[in-house]
């Protein structure tokens, strides 16, 4: 990975930073030892929300760091569609995303001559990529042994290097290990942590809804960016083996059409009644007639003799009229919903 921000070489360590209230905290312990931190924060395509440079200047305020935002590559999107080591609950190939992450972190840290990398790992809080024998594979496969500080758990872990080197006192790092957060808080109300992104983190991966959107685009080898993101929002059918999406409300339906609508059919009714529907580009006709009947499903038709659906098509607009007498039931019976 190219970095092309220039970072000045003051830092002493790295640190996975995901916004979650484990990494803020990792930091502020960092920070107490006086050392000096960058925070690292992996812009992946699966966070729940989007953070403003607003947000980010007030966290960096918050905690008392720079934070460095990095994109991923498509290296990244072909280690989640197809994890070495699996999924775990979910759709979260966390053994290798934290492989991915801790690489790339550590080369970053190399080139700018800081002595570790740090992350907010708590042992056992998640039970697939937080087993011992999890830990010790992510080491060695991200190069980083003997190089991670974790400030929260640091003294169930053997010392690493910067710690026997003096740089890091382990005396002053914690032993939290399990699910339970109530450490954490208290440590919260300590440094006066008052906002965090998530409690771990905002993973969508591990969210049961999305996680089964993505499945399932997976199986049908339509994972890029573009799809992690429409993944997210709207209610998803598939027609004919094409994705189908309708807009749940106003704020849905303007996202899909400004954010999502090129190279796709995109229906509307003129007069804006119902919702923004979306369809695969590569759709046949007989697809997007059915998209249209959708539409009207999700329209309140009361005292319309017929409901006009106006089409854009990549190639061009049409419009198609469907009577109100027309009962898309089958919309609810016969579709599979993902
Ligand atoms: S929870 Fe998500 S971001 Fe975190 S390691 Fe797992 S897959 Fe990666």
Known sequence: MQIKTKIEHKYHIVLLYSGGLDSILSAKI?????????????MHPFFHGIQTFEEKFYYEKQIGINILELPTDNKYIKTIIEPQYGYGSQANPCIDCKIY???KGWELAQQISAVAIATGEVPGQRPFSQRSDAIKLIEKRSRTVDR?????????????????DGIVNSEKLYSISGRSRA??????????????????GGCILTDPGYAKRFLEAREHNEINIE???????????????????????????????????????????????????????????KTVIKAAEILARYTNREC????????????????????????????DKLLIKI
């Open 30 to 42: 960092l920070f107490e030892q006086g050392i000096s931190v960058l925070g690292v924060k992996f």
């Open 227 to 285: 799809t992690t993101q429409l993944l997210k929002i709207g209610r998803h059918i598939r027609i004919n083996g094409k994705r189908v999406v309708v807009g749940r409300n106003q704020k849905e339906n303007e996202i899909l059409e400004n954010s999502f609508s090129t190279g796709k059919f995109f229906l509307i009714n003129p007069e804006r009644k119902g919702p923004v529907v979306l369809v695969d580009g590569s759709a046949e006709d």
């Open 148 to 164: 991670i500080i974790r400030p929260l758990s640091g003294k169930l872990f053997p010392q690493s290097k910067a710690e026997r």
């Open 101 to 103: 992450f801790l690489r």
């Open 304 to 331: 319309i003799d017929t409901f006009e659906v106006r089409i854009n098509a990549p190639t061009g607009v049409t419009k198609i009229i469907i009577p109100n007498t027309a009962n898309p039931i089958w919309v």
């Open 183 to 200: 450490i954490q808080l208290k440590l919260a109300k300590k440094f006066g942590v008052t906002r965090f992104e998530s409690i771990a």
